[in-house]
């Protein structure tokens, strides 16, 4: 009996050593942004959408910069995918609206705001205040 508890928690915990390496979930607003951008620098659109506020203009901003995106020399990808992300400013406009304003090593002159927004207890990328408001 007692080699079959020890030979479970073997197993157990070798599950779970090799699960635990996986990408942790982004949940504060800096994870989020970073998140964000590291996935639009490494040209990962897949994963940069799913911190995306969900509607038509939004989606609309996001596919129309993927498009410009991706017509980029891949000598420019590149550096863009080695560029290191430089938070300049966090500001919280409230509780549930807060701006980010970034750039990257590539880049280092180019200064871009997002609007994050807390919406269904996560933190959302909301492009329409990068292409409109800002």
């Not at 699960?19 to 942790?24: F, L, R, S, V």
């Not at 639009?40 to 659109?45: A, G």
């Not at 863009?80 to 280092?108: F, G, Q, T």
């Amino acid at each position: 009996m007692l080699k079959k508890i020890l030979g479970i928690c073997i197993i157990t915990s070798l599950l779970v050593s090799c699960n635990g390496g996986g990408t942790k979930t982004p949940v504060t607003d800096t994870d989020v942004a970073t998140a964000f951008i590291r996935a639009v620098l490494d040209n990962d659109f897949k994963k940069a959408q799913e911190f995306l506020l969900t509607d038509d203009t939004n989606l609309q901003y996001f596919e129309t910069f993927q498009h410009q995106y991706q017509t980029k020399e891949k000598e420019e990808l590149a550096k863009y995918k080695a560029a290191d992300i430089l938070i300049n400013e966090i500001k919280p406009l409230n509780d549930s609206v807060h701006i980010v304003d970034y750039s990257n090593s590539y880049k280092r002159e180019l200064k871009n705001k997002l609007k994050l927004i807390w919406v269904d207890g996560k933190w959302m990328v909301d492009l329409k205040f990068t292409f409109t408001e800002n």
